[in-house]
């Protein structure tokens, strides 16, 4: 008898916890609904889906630009962070992640990168009062390569000349790859990740000294002389009656704006110690 009450006992038990299980979630009633995926606006689940892989898990240690870098944060202007990521940098791995160029995100996700990006990483309070380089140089700058020939080889070439630890920045197929912004931001934001020899940024790469604006220029032109002209205008120019709009140069044909030209040659996230990118440049 003791042991038949046992079983009905536990039997009745059972019978109670599965009714009351069903009624907290009776059959066919739905769970939460999960989040449309356009309409996750969430800053982490955000760059860990779509950014992390090329930026790294936290903005930095990744094989592309550094995002979580206060001093690029300041120098980058937020359009042109936003630009790229809506329309990427076309002849790079970096794809626009904009639905109109074929990406997964809404205009509000894209927005919402970028405030993120901001919110978390940029110390604009750090830079009050600070006379930074422009991100972009200005119309009609012009960098001297003798000038800047002479400033690599004081500053940067026990790093990145040829057999150097980190590597070559002056190899052409690098250079073929590199357009003149990546190389000018590079030169501006350094690589404050790489391990254990962190590129300095332009606050100490004149001999310990920060570099002025022209200082930067005068890098780029010299490595811009450095980069071979494109296959498509050596074809170009071989043909009879070819015209080019302005004097020729390695990198810079015709007004500047042709097939490879710099203007139009955009930013590799090609690794080489660092000056690696990929994406924002």
């Known amino acids: 008898m003791t042991a038949g009450r046992d079983r009905m006992l536990r039997a009745s038990a059972c ?40 930026h790294g898990v ?18 980058i202007p937020r359009e042109e962070l936003q ?6 940098r076309p002849g790079t791995p970096m794809p626009g992640f904009a639905k109109s160029n074929g990406g997964p995100l809404v205009p509000k996700q894209v927005t919402a990168l970028v405030n993120g990006i901001e919110d978390n990483w940029a ?11 422009p991100y972009a140089a200005g119309q009609g700058e012009q960098g001297d390569a003798a000038k800047g020939k002479k400033l690599f080889m004081r500053s940067c070439f026990m790093c990145h000349g040829k ?9 052409p197929s690098f250079l073929e790859l590199s357009s003149d912004q990546f190389l000018r931001t ?10 254990p ?19 930067i220029a005068d890098l780029v032109a010299y490595l811009d002389s450095l ?17 080019q709009s302005g004097p020729m140069t390695k990198g810079n044909e015709g007004s500047g704006n042709g097939p490879g030209s710099p203007h139009q040659r955009n930013e590799s996230n090609k690794s080489t110690g660092s000056s690696s990118q990929g994406g924002v440049k």
Do not use: W
């Open 123 to 133: 110390k604009p309070q750090e830079f009050q009062g600070a006379t930074l380089p």
């Open 58 to 75: 936290d903005g930095h240690n990744g094989p592309g630009r550094v995002l979580n870098d206060p001093l690029y944060l300041a120098v």
């Open 197 to 215: 020899l962190p590129m300095p940024n332009y606050r100490a790469l004149n001999a310990g000294h920060a570099l002025a604006n022209q200082d």
């Open 186 to 195: 590079s030169v501006i934001v350094g690589r404050p990740d790489i391990k």
């Open 15 to 54: 019978a109670a916890m599965l009714l009351a299980s069903m009624a907290c979630n009776p059959p066919g009633k739905p769970g939460p609904v999960p989040l449309a995926s356009e309409d996750i606006t969430d800053f982490a689940t955000l760059f860990g889906e779509n950014c992390a892989g090329c």
């Open 83 to 88: 630009n790229t990521i809506e329309n990427g």
């Open 163 to 171: 057999g150097a630890p980190i590597g070559s920045v002056t190899d």
């Open 227 to 243: 980069r071979p002209a494109s296959p498509e205008l050596a074809q170009q120019t071989a043909r009879p009656g070819t015209r």
